[in-house]
Nanobody
Framework: QVQLVESGGGLVQPGGSLRLSCVAS????????MSWYRQAPGKERELVAV????????NYAASVKGRFTISRDNAKNTVYLQMLSLKPEDTAVYYC????????WGQGTQVTVSS
């Protein structure tokens, strides 16, 4: 079955950085685009970044463009989200996502940006 396992979240000060990882299994990872979403308390889940199946193209939400970078390693079935210059408004649970026959989600990893 499809599994997505995120890691790398934590507490970081404003201006700091984190790298999230998502290890995928149960499907042909190299054949699918992958996405990162986030959900802040009291808000709807929002798309943060997406990467094509071969990493050749990426897209970002306007709020993170220039600060976050999505990448993937198809040999390791892993997608990453490098986050720089973090702001308090980046605080959220971050989820890895793939759409196959339906959307699949990981359990999420908490990112808290606070001094």
């Amino acid at each position: 079955q499809v599994q997505l396992v995120e890691s790398g979240g934590g507490l970081v000060q404003p201006g700091g950085s984190l790298r999230l990882s998502c290890v995928a299994s149960g499907f042909t990872f190299r054949g699918y685009p992958m996405s990162w979403y986030r959900q802040a308390p009291g808000k709807e889940r929002e798309l943060v970044a997406v990467i094509t199946y071969n990493g050749g193209s990426t897209n970002y939400a306007a709020s993170v463009k220039g600060r976050f970078t999505i990448s993937r390693d198809n040999a390791k079935n892993t997608v990453y989200l490098q986050m720089l210059s973090l702001k308090p408004e980046d605080t959220a649970v971050y989820y890895c996502n793939v759409f196959i026959d339906r959307p699949y989600w990981g359990q999420g990893t908490q990112v808290t940006v606070s001094s």
